[in-house]
């Protein structure tokens, strides 16, 4: 059941590869970016230096035939002139208030802004009208700016309240970490990816854009994942989280853009793989959300299985004192022991006169008893072979659509199978270890001359 994946098997797969090319542990933060793109919104990327913000920007511009690109650092020194262009003195003489924008953040598609938070009042407050509504005001003139995707780049959350209007305007924010231990020697022998022209199949041109924006426009949400968007709002409620309005129909749109990639017509409940990083306000909240999903839609929930455990033990220990209860006191078994060993001598070993006698020592259990402690038994095997039966049954169906997924992050999808395949392992093993155990009961030393019945094993449940 073990399966591999890199990339979506939609059209879009040469571009999102395009994307993560060379880069390890950055499949979310691309598809994050990707998908971002495609819906004309923006992308807030949190973590320290290093960690490849600035490439998945300059590699996006690469994927968008003739877009003009724009990077800045921001510190609470930087003047609108570095953003938004110089003013330009001829309209100076003619008594106007007007910026050359040629080659500034009004001129570009794809604009790259590290510190992001780091910036002044007067720059946020024309950041803010330009993300939002893609205008500009040059001098008495709103103009329209071309902006596909503006990538913001902070090691840490805003904490001054005046932020959290422009920190609201990134729909998708994604935490990007340091390569883990796991993949630190990958790392290290890891060529750097050179900034080569994307293949023709990866570009995004307008035309294509265009058609995929229109064809969200027509998928519908379904009741199921209308169901789970309910559940998700009162889980923000429960966790004291507030998610305005306007974020919840962003939300949807970009759910929609994600079904219209995959060539649906209905927002899948896998699509929702995108909650942590729309609706997480800080890195905090993530893991809550992205345990949401892997609950609701994965089916990873924890199931209760500590009680089996305990019975499967609980039987294994019964066995164990029954093969070790000595021979009834009339019984003078152990007392022929004695002398068969003594006759073999200390060092010959396990003669046959002595393994036979020894069995003879064991006590001997009545046809009742060993019929009992079999039935028992099957009653637990059979629970945990449905049980076994379920879980398979879940994890072909899980794991097909999670597979099926374009979109799904392999990194997420490795955890999904782990749980699942961890889950199918551990019951078999369970039934392995609980078979044994039966035939152990079936094995014990029989005395025809008995009737009598045991009590059955007990554990205590969870």
């Not at 853009?257 to 017509?265: E, G, V």
């Not at 069995?359 to 099957?378: F, G, K, L, M, N």
């Amino acid at each position: 059941m073990p399966h591999n994946a890199s990339a979506p098997h939609s059209t879009w797969a040469p571009a999102l590869a395009e994307l993560e090319r060379g880069l390890l542990q950055r499949d979310v933060a691309a598809r994050a970016l990707l998908l971002a793109a495609l819906a004309g919104e923006h992308v807030l990327l949190l973590g320290p230096p290093g960690t490849a913000k600035s490439e998945l920007a300059r590699r996006l511009q690469r994927l968008l035939p003739g877009a003009h690109y724009f990077e800045r650092l921001l510190t609470r020194f930087t003047v609108p002139e570095e953003l938004f262009g110089p003013l330009s003195l001829r309209a100076l003489e003619d008594d106007r208030y007007e910026r050359l924008t040629e080659g500034y953040l009004p001129s570009a598609e794809v604009a790259f802004l590290d510190e992001v938070f780091k910036a002044n009042s007067a720059i946020l407050n024309t950041l803010l009208g330009l993300l939002h509504e893609r205008q500009f005001d040059n001098g008495s003139q709103r103009l329209p700016v071309p902006l596909v995707c503006l990538v913001g780049a902070s090691n840490e959350q805003p904490q001054d309240e005046s932020l959290l209007a422009f920190h609201d305007r990134f729909l998708l924010r994604v935490p990007v970490q340091p390569v883990d231990d796991a993949h630190f020697a990958a790392l290290l022998q890891t060529s750097v990816a050179s900034a080569a022209a994307p293949p023709a199949e990866a570009l995004i041109d307008r035309p294509r854009l265009d058609a995929l924006r229109e064809q969200a426009a027509h998928i519908t949400l379904g009741d199921t994942v209308l169901g789970l968007l309910l559940q998700a709002r009162q889980h923000a409620t429960r966790t004291g989280q507030s998610v305005s309005d306007r974020r919840w129909r962003q939300l949807v749109e970009l759910l929609k853009l994600q079904a219209a990639s995959r060539n649906a017509t209905e927002v899948s409940e896998w699509d929702l793989w995108l909650l942590p990083f729309v609706l997480a306000a800080e890195p905090a909240h993530g893991p809550g959300w992205t345990d949401f999903f892997m609950h609701h839609v994965a089916q990873t929930a924890p199931l209760p299985l500590d009680g089996l455990e305990r019975a499967v033990t609980a039987f294994e220990q019964q066995l164990d004192i029954e093969r070790r209860a000595p021979a009834d006191a009339q019984d003078d078994s152990a007392g022929k022991v004695a002398l068969a060993k003594s006759i073999a001598g200390p060092t010959a070993g396990e003669s046959e006169m002595v393994r036979i006698t020894s069995e003879r020592a064991q006590r001997r259990y009545s046809p009742v008893h060993i019929a009992a402690r079999v039935a028992q038994t099957d009653e637990l095997l059979a629970r945990l072979q449905g049980l076994h039966v379920e879980l398979v049954t879940m994890a072909h169906s899980v794991l097909g659509a999670a597979r099926a997924h374009d979109w799904l992050p392999p990194s997420w999808l490795a955890q999904i199978e782990s749980v699942h395949l961890g889950r199918c392992t551990g019951v078999a093993s369970l039934l392995a270890q609980l078979q044994t155990t039966r035939e152990g009961f079936a094995g014990l030393p029989v005395d025809e001359t008995k009737v009598d019945r045991p009590a059955p094993v007990t554990w205590q449940d969870a």
